[in-house]
Every structure is written in structure tokens, then in C-alpha cells.
């Protein structure tokens, strides 16, 4: 987790990342999640994304 603040403007950035492998790949799977910080009118999400990636385990 990540916060950035400037002011009255706050946002909080949240990752989640894991790793596994099988015997012939490196496997990424990886979430983000942004957020607007509001203590007033609750923070809301504004950006969220997820990915996976795989790798050759070239001679790993």
C-alpha cells in the first residue's frame, strides 16, 4: 500500500502480486487498486486492474 497527499487531495494505491511456478513457466499474477481518500464522503475506487503474466523458466 501507498499513500500520496498534496492539500485536501489524498490517494492510497493497494497491490497484491503473487509468484508460482510450474516446471516450465514463471507465473505472475499481480492486482492494483486505486483510491480517492475522502473522510467525508468515503474513499472511492478509481482505477482497478488485474493481470497475469507467464514466463518461460529458460534453463531456471
Not at 516446471?23 to 493481470?51: C, K, M, T, Y
Request: charged residues 40%.
Amino acid at each position: 500500500m501507498r499513500r500520496y497527499e498534496r492539500d485536501d487531495w489524498r490517494t492510497e494505491v493497494r497491490t497484491r502480486t503473487i509468484l508460482t511456478s510450474t516446471p516450465e513457466e514463471f507465473v505472475i499474477n499481480a492486482e492494483l487498486d486505486a483510491f480517492e481518500l475522502d473522510d467525508d464522503h468515503g474513499d472511492r475506487r478509481v482505477h482497478s486492474q488485474s493481470w497475469q503474466r507467464r514466463t518461460p523458466r529458460d534453463l531456471v
